[in-house]
């Protein structure tokens, strides 16, 4: 069982719909999580970090976080065709961060 | 603020060769780490520096190394390339404030062993 997990995808929704990014993780001591967006050939950005249960919002992204069920997940309002990317969930423990193998998401006009 | 750099951007080697990787973090970014990126693995870590110390280590062999220079700047090594050596590499370089863990990558040294 890989550490961080997500569906390779791809998740393909059109323009203006929600998009919505989930991850699992096996590693209870996983203390923070982290959502990147690459595009192809660019190296990843880093979109937004998450250390509490519940919800973070910023901007267009709201990241989610259930430790109970060791799951987090990216939504992204009204979605962008500039949103087409690959989207890669890290989970940081003991200093080091473990990437999942990302989920393309496709925003189709 | 200037970002990380990386240098060089690409790098085309022959097996049984060694190559030096060199990433300059952002100005106050103290912890330096290097992952390398294929198509089939994804992204992993490699190892993590801190103050010239050496904090973190992945799973790779003992032909990948690294160090941490006084200014920050940091090295990565590959000793005796394999054709399963090609990769994108990537540094990144990281803010801790508490709680608070922030992680930004350069844009990589795509190196391409022949």
């Known amino acids: 069982q890989k550490e961080v997990e997500q569906n390779s995808g791809p998740l393909s929704v059109p323009e203006g719909a929600i998009a919505s990014l989930n991850c699992t993780y096996s590693d209870r001591g996983s203390q923070s999580f982290f959502w990147y967006r690459q595009y192809s050939g660019k190296s990843p950005e880093l979109i937004m970090f998450?250390?509490?249960?519940g919800d973070k919002e910023d901007g267009r992204f709201t990241a989610q976080l259930n430790k109970a069920s060791q799951y987090v997940s990216l939504l992204i309002r009204d979605s962008q065709p500039s949103d087409s990317a690959t989207y890669l969930c890290?989970?940081?423990?003991?200093?080091?961060?473990?990437f999942g193998q990302g989920t393309t998401l496709q925003v189709k006009p | 603020k200037a970002g990380v750099t990386q240098t060089p951007r690409y790098l085309i080697k022959t097996r049984g060769q060694q190559v030096t990787l060199s990433c300059s973090p952002i100005s106050g970014h103290r912890s330096v780490s290097w992952y390398q990126q294929t198509p089939g693995q994804g992204l992993q870590f490699l190892f993590e520096?801190?103050?010239?110390?050496?904090?973190n280590k992945g799973n790779f062999p003992g032909r990948f190394s690294g160090r941490q220079f006084s200014n920050s700047r940091s090295e990565m090594n590959v000793s005796t390339l394999e054709l399963g050596d090609s990769a994108l590499y990537l540094c990144a370089s990281s803010l801790v404030i508490g709680a608070a863990y922030e992680q930004y990558f350069g844009p990589g040294t795509r190196l391409t062993v022949t």
């Open positions: 890290a989970a940081r423990n003991t200093g080091k961060l473990i």
């Open positions: 520096y801190f103050s010239e110390t050496q904090r």
């Open positions: 998450i250390y509490s249960n």
